[in-house]
């Protein structure tokens, strides 16, 4: 089945600590997101990548990392420099020139 | 100011209700309007999407544009307890193709 699977669904973290989240898709999509989602304020754009190896700051990008070394791939670093990291991340994907964005499961990050 | 605003609810509505889901966009360039819906703990699903202005219709759903208000709509008919999630606006265009999200309007039928 074609789709975008984030792993893992749950992931804890110490304070301190770099932390990768993963996102594959399979749907042969060019462009893929980074989402950030905390409770009341909606979606905040962290990363975004149009091709392989090219990737853009998003909205709120201090404390994250990113790479694209794949087309199916797009991995998330959360580093130590982020101050606030508990909060539910979303991978999405879609064609450069499509309306359509389609999103993974999501990944729930806490900081403990 | 927000690109995308959408008011959060929550929104309460018996079994069978209509519902109107809103939401109001300032650029002008957008042309292309998403709905997503979001159960608890889940990714956001596609529900609808639209070009420019009208109405489209999927079912139960009705996504209606505006552009001259900047206003969208999504409306659900004969609404049902599973419909209850959080429903998101999503707008996108003027050369971009990220698209913009609103905050999303938590939704709940109850029987």
């Known amino acids: 089945d074609g789709g975008i699977t984030q792993s893992p669904k749950y992931l804890f973290r110490k304070e301190g600590q770099n932390v990768t989240l993963s996102c594959e898709q399979n749907?042969?999509?060019?462009?893929m997101y980074w989402y950030r989602q905390d409770p009341g304020q909606g979606l905040r754009l962290i990363y975004y990548s149009q091709i392989v190896n090219d990737f853009q700051k998003g909205d709120i990008a201090e404390g994250y990392s990113v790479s694209r070394e794949k087309k199916e791939s797009f991995p998330l670093t959360v580093t130590s420099a982020q101050k606030n990291p508990t909060a539910f991340y979303l991978c999405?994907?879609?064609?450069?020139?499509?309306?359509?964005?389609?999103f993974g499961q999501g990944t729930r990050l806490t900081v403990v | 100011q927000k690109e995308v605003e959408q008011d959060p609810g929550p929104l309460s509505v018996p079994e069978g209700a209509i519902v109107s889901l809103n939401c109001t966009y300032s650029?002008?360039?957008?042309?292309?309007f998403m709905w997503y819906r979001q159960y608890s703990r889940k990714g956001p699903e596609l529900l609808m999407y639209t070009y420019s202005s009208g109405n489209k219709e999927d079912g139960r759903f009705t996504a209606q544009v505006d552009k001259s208000s900047k206003y969208i709509s999504l409306f659900i008919r004969d609404s049902q307890p599973s419909d209850s999630a959080t429903y998101l606006c999503?707008?996108?265009?003027?050369?971009?193709?990220?698209?913009?999200f609103g905050r999303g309007t938590s939704l709940i039928v109850h029987p």
């Open positions: 650029n002008s360039a957008f042309q292309y």
């Open positions: 999503a707008s996108r265009g003027g050369g971009s193709y990220i698209p913009t």
């Open positions: 749907l042969n999509h060019d462009a």
């Open positions: 999405a994907s879609s064609h450069y020139d499509n309306t359509e964005a389609f």
